[in-house]
Nanobody, 123 residues
């Protein structure tokens, strides 16, 4: 199985910055992609940013130019640097890992989630 552990988050004033980190461990053949979603009680889970195993990144329109995702493939970690934070960025941020794992009849792509970390942007 794959374990996903997040760190970072907290309370920050509008215009401030935070860095979220996520580490994957356990048994897997390789990691296809890693990234972050966010969720609030009033909105569906939203993809914030993701990075593939070959370094291709994707961002939601709401965070482009403010957030930067990066990955250390050797250590199986991903970071999300969030700049110029706004109150509407307040949410629980969840890290996901898309990993290739061995199953009885071969390999499959499976998604694993962290427990989430709260980011609150408020003055």
């Amino acid at each position: 199985q794959v374990q996903v552990v997040e760190s970072g988050g907290g309370l920050v004033q509008p215009g401030g910055s935070l860095r979220l980190s996520c580490a994957a461990s356990g048994t897997f053949f390789s990691i296809a992609s890693m990234g972050w979603y966010r969720q609030t009680p009033s909105k569906e889970r939203e993809l914030v940013a993701q990075i593939s195993n070959d370094g291709i990144t994707k961002y939601s329109d709401s965070v482009k130019g403010r957030f930067t995702i990066s990955r250390n493939a050797t250590e199986n970690t991903v970071s999300l640097l969030m700049n110029d934070l706004k109150p509407e960025d307040t949410a629980v941020y969840l890290c996901y890992v898309g990993a290739i794992v061995r199953v009885d009849d071969g390999m499959q792509l499976a998604t694993y989630w962290g427990q989430g970390t709260q980011v609150t942007v408020s003055s």
